[in-house]
C-alpha cells in the first residue's frame, strides 16, 4: 500500500474553500492532512515531515527543491483585508511596528512597504503572543488572518499591505502556494488540482460552516482573496521574490 502524502495547511478562513474541495474529494483518502501557522509548515517541509504545504511564499527560497504544484493558493489584487498594518496613528507618525509572529511572508511584505513604498524607519518588535494589546500611539502592528479581520472596526488607520503592493508595483501578490520540495506524480497533481477548483463551487456551504460576524465572508472570498494562481500573480512572486532575495 503506498504511504498517504502527508498535506499542510492553516486553519485560516482563507484557506477553507481549497480544504473543503480537497476533503470532499475521493483524493482525500491518498492524504494526511495537517494543520498548523504558516511559519511553521516551512520547517516541517524542511525536515521532510510533511509532502505539500500551503506555503507563505517567502520561505520559497530557503527550501532546496522547492516548487509549486498547483494552480490554486491564496493570492490577491489589491485589497486583501486580512493582511495590514494596523495603528491608532497616520503612518507618518508609526515609530514602531510589531511584527506578527505567525507569517514570514507578511512580515516581509511589511518590511519591504515601510522602507520602498511608504520611506518609513521604523524599529521592529516581534510580537508576543497577546501584542496586539500594545498597538497604540506610535505603536502600529501587522496582523493577519481571522484576527485581521476582527481588528478592522478597531483601529483608526488600516494599511492593506496587499492593496499597497499593488500601488507600489502595479502587480498582483499571492501570500501562499502549494509548495512541495520533492517530485509528485502527474495524475496526483491533477487530482490535487481539480480537487481544489471544486471546492471554489462551494463558496455557499463554506460560509454557512464557518459563521463569522466580524467580516462578509462571501465578500472575502469572491472579491478580495484571489484563489486562482494566473500569470499576474507569478509576475508579482518573481518580483517579491527577487526583492527579497
Known amino acids: 500500500m503506498n504511504p498517504k ?20 474529494n475521493s483524493i482525500i483518502n491518498d492524504l494526511e492532512i495537517v494543520v498548523d501557522y504558516p511559519s511553521k509548515l516551512a520547517i ?4 521532510g515531515r510533511i509532502d505539500i504545504a500551503l506555503l507563505p511564499v517567502a520561505a520559497i527560497p530557503g527550501i532546496p527543491g522547492a ?3 498547483s494552480d490554486y493558493g491564496i493570492a490577491a489584487d489589491g485589497n486583501v483585508v486580512s ?25 516581509k511584505l511589511a518590511q519591504l512597504l515601510l522602507e520602498h513604498h511608504w520611506k518609513k524607519q521604523v524599529t521592529y518588535k516581534q510580537a508576543s503572543e497577546h501584542y496586539i494589546d500594545y498597538i497604540n500611539g506610535a505603536n502600529a502592528g501587522v496582523i493577519i488572518g481571522d484576527r485581521a479581520l476582527k481588528q478592522l472596526h478597531n483601529f483608526e488607520y488600516v494599511y492593506d499591505l496587499s492593496a499597497a503592493w499593488k500601488d507600489y508595483t502595479g502587480l498582483d501578490f499571492i501570500f501562499a502556494a502549494w509548495v512541495a520540495n520533492k517530485e509528485l506524480p502527474a495524475d496526483f497533481k491533477a487530482r490535487f488540482n481539480a480537487a481544489n477548483a471544486e471546492g471554489l463551487k462551494h463558496l455557499g456551504t463554506v460560509i454557512a460552516e464557518n459563521p463569522f460576524p466580524y467580516y462578509d465572508l462571501h465578500t472575502y472570498y469572491t472579491e478580495n482573496i ?20
Open 83 to 107: 493582511v495590514a498594518i494596523f495603528s491608532q496613528v497616520p503612518m507618518e507618525e508609526i515609530e514602531t511596528v510589531y511584527l506578527d509572529y505567525q507569517s514570514r511572508t507578511s512580515v
Open 226 to 245: 484571489r484563489f486562482r494562481l494566473d500569470d499576474d500573480k507569478k509576475k508579482g512572486l518573481a518580483k517579491f521574490l527577487e526583492m527579497i532575495g
Open 5 to 24: 502524502i502527508k498535506v499542510a495547511a492553516v486553519s485560516y478562513l482563507n484557506t477553507k474553500p481549497l480544504l473543503y474541495g480537497i476533503e470532499h
Open 67 to 69: 516548487h509549486i504544484v
Open 44 to 47: 516541517h517541509l524542511q525536515e
